[in-house]
Antibody
Framework: EVQLVQSGAEVEKPGESLKISCKGS????????IGWVRQMPGKGLEYMGI????????RYSPSFQGQVTISADKSISTAYLQWSSLKASDTAMYYC????????????WGQGTLVTVSS | EIVVTQSPATLSVSPGERATLSCRAS??????LAWYQQKPGQAPRLLIY???TRATGIPARLSGSGSGTEFTLTIRSLQSEDFAVYYC?????????FGQGTKVEIK
């Protein structure tokens, strides 16, 4: 069974750094792109970026380029999303998602990680 | 960046009736369009990919159509579990982009 299990909810202060994770299981982690999707409170879905764990090829949406870093450790089948300096506007639910091989729709989603940034 | 626009923002439908959701892309995306359903407190779920192919386990009362820039998701005979928010997403050009969502609510 394919599963993406994300790390737990985080509460951080503005200016702090944070790294959240997404662990894949039940499939070949290095053979599928992983995407990160943001959902701000009460709002829609936004693609932040994608990574191919097999070779760490990474692409960012222009809106998120320079704002976050996406990485992966294929030895432990885990993808990461990190911030170096959080802002209140980073408060959101963050989903990781597996992109179906050969095309790019999401066939599996993680359960989401809620990040709250507040002083 | 391709802008994806969904209409209407909210659709009020009685159980058993048909719902028709629209999705328009600002430039052609061929058939590289997916539909997702999201219920409160849950992650989205894939419904349709390739504009018209139902994902595994999706009932036949849901159907997708269209290509190029105009797409439609039709839900025949709405059931209680169909009341949710629906998003379309293009995956033809990076960055992939979602529509803003259509909320299907009980009339």
């Amino acid at each position: 069974e394919v599963q993406l299990v994300q790390s737990g909810a985080e509460v951080e202060k503005p200016g702090e750094s944070l790294k959240i994770s997404c662990k894949g299981s039940g499939y070949s982690f290095t053979s599928y792109w992983i995407g990160w999707v943001r959902q701000m409170p009460g709002k829609g879905l936004e693609y932040m970026g994608i990574i191919y764990p097999g070779d760490s090829d990474t692409r960012y949406s222009p809106s998120f380029q320079g704002q976050v870093t996406i990485s992966a450790d294929k030895s432990i089948s885990t993808a990461y999303l990190q911030w170096s300096s959080l802002k209140a506007s980073d408060t959101a639910m963050y989903y990781c998602a597996r992109l179906y091989s050969g095309t790019y729709y999401v066939d599996y989603w993680g359960q989401g990680t809620l990040v709250t940034v507040s002083s | 960046e391709i802008v994806v626009t969904q209409s209407p923002a909210t659709l009020s439908v009685s159980p058993g009736e048909r719902a028709t959701l629209s999705c328009r892309a600002s430039q052609t995306v061929s058939s590289n369009l997916a539909w997702y359903q999201q219920k409160p407190g849950q992650a989205p779920r894939l419904l349709i990919y390739g504009a018209s192919t139902r994902a595994t386990g999706i009932p036949a009362r849901l159907s997708g159509s269209g290509s190029g820039t105009e797409f439609t998701l039709t839900i025949r005979s709405l059931q209680s579990e169909d009341f949710a928010v629906y998003y379309c997403q293009q995956y033809n050009n990076w960055p992939w982009t979602f529509g803003q969502g259509t909320k299907v609510e009980i009339k």
